[in-house]
């Protein structure tokens, strides 16, 4: 089992920037990859970042590239995303999510999951 708890949500003007931080316990070692999700209300849950923590490797959405940035702090088991030049569209709930499939922004490919921290940016 594995446990995630995100923090670093909030309300933030477009343009702007948030940093988000996953804390991973339990087997983390047999769920290698970490991701970013985000939902927006009325839509689907979609794929943001995500990277291999053994080997650093990443891959972002169209959507977020050149803005967003995930890293991780493998002494702390922490995995982060530094989000800026915030977008109103960038407005969600966003999760954190851990699998041991493959790099991917694929939601099926992922086995748990935080409880989501909320990110509002405003025009």
């Known amino acids: 089992q594995v446990q995630l708890a995100e923090s670093g949500g909030g309300s933030v003007q477009a343009g702007g920037s948030l940093r988000l931080s996953c804390a991973a316990s339990g087997y983390t070692s047999n769920y290698p990859y970490m991701a970013w999700f985000r939902q927006a209300p009325g839509k689907e849950r979609e794929g943001v970042a995500t990277?291999?923590?053994?080997?650093?490797?990443?891959n972002y959405a169209d959507s977020v590239k050149g803005r967003f940035t995930i890293s991780q702090d493998n002494a702390n088991n922490t995995v982060s995303l530094q989000m800026n030049s915030l977008k109103p569209e960038d407005t969600g709930m966003y999760y954190c999510?851990?699998?041991?499939?493959?790099?991917?922004?694929?939601?099926?490919?992922?086995?748990?999951w935080g409880q989501g921290t909320q990110v509002t940016v405003s025009s």
């Open positions: 990277i291999y923590t053994p080997a650093g490797s990443t």
């Open positions: 999510a851990a699998g041991w499939r493959l790099l991917s922004l694929d939601v099926r490919h992922y086995n748990y």
